[in-house]
């Protein structure tokens, strides 16, 4: 077969043609980032997420030579922040800090306007903070077996509070109590901040609350730890027993902070984020930051997250289903 040069030119003609879309995807990534990046907290300023959020931003802007903007959309049990993240361009400008509630929501909205999987692209774990059980003084609960008897004794009187229905420290306390077999109504408020008031005051029996919020109480003796829900003790409390060491097994539960962009974000710049995240949480600064909250620094490669991801969704929605929780 004779090859003609009008062909050759043809076929370079065709091969810029098909490269010149790329060229300038080619660049942003890049040139990524090149100017300021949001990062959506779907909570209150000032709950354990957002502090999370506010420990790494520093870090991670100056690393990337821009300003890691935080932007707090609470409401609906995260899911108003997790919407405006799977509806933004994919190009690493927008981005979602969330907790193991994004892993909760698929069981318990009987609709929402995303897919937790499809819609999102895992960076990587930030941290996992323990969960802490916690009761006021007056309600002379001393242990954890303490809490069980009184439980035991009077079937359905006890209640817990919770930072929303369906949120992590509701699922923590619901995966406690069908693993101990008790029963107890779950009183849900807005955040942590008004669940830690109304244990004080007495108003409700116990809660399972991020260390950081009480950490403050607990040492003014205001509350008192009978566990952590956590599979290991905390450093920030290492003298207080677990769920399962106290004699509830099957109770663990691993409440984390991580990560996420909008899917098809491009990979160089997946990864990207993803170094430059695991440098920040390796940093000093950080990690002494995070001693304080009780959180300790986690990190898994993006597809790794993103599998543990789906395996989390699937594990909480048994838990989900024992706790006979409606769909909202």
């Not at 009480?214 to 008192?224: N, S």
């Not at 993103?306 to 699937?314: F, H, L, Q, R, T």
Request: include cysteine; charge should be neutral.
């Amino acid at each position: 077969m004779t090859w003609h040069p009008w062909a050759t030119a043809a076929l370079l003609a065709a091969c810029t043609t098909l490269q010149a879309p790329l060229a300038p995807l080619a660049h942003a990534e890049a040139a990524y980032p090149s100017k300021p990046i949001r990062v959506i907290v779907p909570f209150a300023a000032g709950s354990t997420t957002d502090i999370i959020a506010r420990a790494i931003s520093d870090k991670m802007g100056a690393s990337l030579g821009q300003t890691l903007v935080i932007d707090n959309r609470g409401g609906a049990s995260g899911t108003i922040g997790q919407q405006a993240v799977a509806s933004a361009p994919a190009d690493g400008y927008t981005l979602l800090l969330h907790s193991s509630s994004h892993t909760v929501s698929p069981s318990t909205f009987a609709k929402l306007p995303f897919d937790t999987v499809a819609d999102f692209a895992g960076i990587s774990p930030i941290a996992t903070l323990p969960n802490v059980l916690v009761v006021a003084p007056a309600k002379n609960f001393r242990t954890l077996a303490d809490l069980l008897a009184a439980a035991r004794a009077r079937p359905g009187t006890l209640n817990f509070a919770s930072a929303g229905q369906g949120s992590a420290t509701h699922l923590n306390a619901e995966k406690f109590k069908h693993a101990a077999n008790i029963e107890a109504t779950n009183i849900p408020f807005k955040g942590s901040a008004e669940a830690v008031t109304e244990v004080i005051a007495g108003r409700v029996d116990y809660y399972f609350s991020p260390i950081a919020p009480v950490i403050g109480q607990i040492k003014e003796g205001q509350l008192v730890p009978l566990a952590v829900g956590s599979p290991r003790r905390s450093a920030t409390l290492p003298a207080v027993p677990t769920t399962a060491e106290a004699g509830v097994p099957g109770s663990e539960f691993n409440f984390w902070i991580g990560l996420l962009a909008p899917a098809k974000t491009p990979r160089p710049v997946i990864e990207r984020l993803h170094d430059e995240l695991a440098k920040a949480l390796a940093s000093p600064e950080v990690q002494e930051r995070f001693a304080k909250l009780g959180a300790e620094p986690w990190t898994l490669a993006p597809a790794q997250f993103d599998a543990y991801i789906k395996d989390e969704i699937a594990a909480n929605a048994v838990v989900v289903k024992a706790a006979g929780l409606a769909a909202q």
